[in-house]
């Protein structure tokens, strides 16, 4: 469950924690462990709604499988998780799975710190590529080599209040958001509900305080529709194009200058605005559904805008992975790939909580098609924007936070948009400069 609105739903997990029981230390478990049973180490992140969820996925597998018993264990999110799972994985000692976001992939030391994925061991427990979404799928290898198996899509949306969409006239026969296409219908769709509510900034998202990353993901949903990319495909090199860049800059600076977004909220702020009825729209992750619910909010979703010719948004996916063992016992092994599989086929359960399954026969499924308004965004799954594949990017990265820092001020007016770019190039070229923690020779 979700705290109050000031709070992201990342720093929801001590409360999770306590609805999860003895997980809060990292403690396993161990209801219904049996000797007869085939036991299997799962770590993950996952609170708030996620994790009561991913509690009820693992309870049907449970009830499934019999003869299975998966030990979850929950540990904080961000740095201390994956800093955790370098140190047991560098010693070969690890849990026999783990949840990952796929974008901090590249930077973890696939080889030392993961293993690869047994590709075989997967189609056996009836999981194919073709059956995920390719721009996925194909992130989740590293030279080649299958190092994840992808489970969802967490991707930028709308959020719209549809109150206040109604009294503006922007809901269509169906009770739906009109769609708007380019720059010019992206502003006039904000002034008329800017006007309905008395000239108080429609938009929310975050775009101030400390840590912030939200500019760095409206940038990088805007800048690739018009087919911008940050880095060379080997990812040693700045590929900037100074012009699209620019354009989606231009947009956020105007965004904070006529009073369409409220400059000065941070994350929790531009939720709470939201969910109180103080803002018509906001742009974030697909993960504030069920306290939105919860709260009686009038809302829908959909895609985030189409503004600059292509229809991307921001998104991370989360993944399975296995992290390094000197041994695995084949019998585990097998356990691991079906409980994977398991959870994967039936992500439209998972997708109560907001985000995309990455497995294609998921979102064609009735129970997934009559989630409202989860089902409503669903075709993004092909058009994500994923981070680059470097070791610095990812969720609470440093790439995020520099490029948040860098851009904050521009929506604010404080900094001009070259300014901004300026900086955030300055940034990245001093982390392609610093050293690799997991250089390729070690891998």
């Known amino acids: 469950m979700h705290g109050p609105p000031d709070i992201s739903r990342r720093h929801l997990l001590g409360g999770s924690l306590a609805l999860l029981g003895a997980a809060a230390t990292g403690c396993a478990l161990p209801v219904g462990l049996g000797s007869s049973q085939t036991r299997v180490q799962y770590w993950h992140f996952l609170g708030a709604s996620d994790g009561l969820v991913m509690k009820e996925m693992v309870g049907a597998f449970a009830r499934a499988n019999p003869d299975v018993f998966v030990e979850e264990n929950v540990l904080a999110w961000g740095e201390?998780?994956?800093?955790?799972?370098?140190?047991?994985?560098s010693?070969?000692?690890s849990p026999d799975l783990a949840t990952f976001h796929l974008a901090r992939l590249a930077g973890i030391g696939a080889g030392q710190i993961l293993d690869p994925i047994d590709v075989a061991l997967l189609e056996e427990a009836g999981l194919r590529g073709a059956d995920f979404s390719p721009p996925i799928w194909e992130r989740a290898h590293i030279d080649g080599?299958?190092?994840a198996i992808p489970f969802d899509a967490h991707p930028m949306v709308q959020y719209y209040n549809t109150d206040i969409c109604g009294r503006a006239g922007l809901l269509g026969p169906d009770g739906k958001l009109r769609p708007t296409t380019g720059v010019d219908e992206l502003?006039?769709?904000?002034?008329?509900?800017k006007q309905v509510m008395g000239g108080r900034p429609p938009l929310a998202f975050d775009a101030l305080g400390l840590g912030t990353v939200g500019p760095w993901r409206v940038w990088w949903s805007l800048y690739p529709q018009s087919g911008g990319t940050l880095l060379s495909e080997d990812g040693t090199r700045i590929a900037i194009d100074d012009a699209k860049a620019l354009e989606a800059l231009r947009l956020m600076a105007r965004l904070g200058q006529e009073g369409l977004c409220d400059w000065r909220t941070d994350y929790g702020s531009s939720v709470a605005n939201f969910t109180n009825g103080q803002a018509a729209f906001l742009w974030n992750g697909d993960w504030e559904i069920a306290g939105l619910k919860e709260r009686g909010t009038p809302f829908s979703m959909t895609r985030f805008p189409s503004v600059f010719g292509g229809h991307q948004a921001q998104a991370d996916c989360h993944a399975f992975v296995l992290p390094h063992q000197r041994d695995r016992d084949p019998e585990v092994e097998r356990a691991t790939y079906r409980f994977i599989a398991h959870i994967v086929k039936n992500s439209a359960d998972w997708a109560v909580a907001g985000h995309v399954p990455a497995y294609l026969p998921a979102l064609e499924r009735p129970e997934y098609l009559a989630l409202q308004p989860q089902s409503e965004y669903r075709s993004v799954i092909t058009d994500v924007a994923l981070d680059p594949q470097v070791w610095f990017a990812g969720s609470a990265s440093r790439l995020w936070i520099d490029f948040g820092e860098a851009f904050s001020p521009v929506i604010s007016g404080e900094r001009t948009p070259e300014e901004g770019l300026a900086a955030a190039k300055a940034s990245l070229t001093r982390l392609l400069?610093?050293?690799?923690?997991?250089?390729?020779e070690e891998r």
């Open 145 to 147: 080599v299958l190092y």
């Open 433 to 440: 400069s610093a050293p690799n923690p997991f250089p390729d």
């Open 91 to 93: 010693g070969g000692r």
């Open 187 to 193: 502003i006039a769709m904000l002034n008329e509900a």
């Open 80 to 89: 201390p998780y994956y800093t955790k799972i370098a140190m047991a994985g």
